[in-house]
């Protein structure tokens, strides 16, 4: 009964992955750290199987996140607008381009 609830475990942790929901996270491994310590020594190998799934998933979400983050900080760098030089040689900022959109009705 111990691997069915590490195997319950196991999936909502999944699921809280693919939903973002990361500060479940904590709670859910020491959940399933406790409840290896009692489980049927013969599901042990599909345990590290799900395990090392787990683990991949967790560094793809972490591979996301800091590639969000990454973005983020570009496009705000982008957004503050590019530095240039005037007619004068004097480096001045220029505003980011506004969009205009026309209405066609």
């Known amino acids: 009964m111990a691997s069915d609830e590490i195997y319950s475990q196991i999936s909502d942790a999944e699921a809280a992955l693919f ?33 090392t799934r787990l683990q991949d998933l967790t560094r793809a979400a972490l591979s996301g996140v800091h590639s969000g983050r990454q973005r983020v900080a570009e496009l705000a760098v982008v957004q503050s607008g590019a530095p240039a030089y005037g007619p004068d040689g004097k480096r001045s900022s220029n505003p980011a381009p506004t969009t205009r959109f026309e209405s066609r009705t």
């Not at 939903?19 to 590290?48: C, E, F, K, S």
């Open 19 to 51: 939903r973002g929901d990361y500060d479940r996270l904590p709670a859910l491994a020491q959940m399933i750290g406790q409840a290896i310590v009692v489980a049927d020594p013969d599901d042990l190998n599909t345990i590290n199987a799900r395990m």
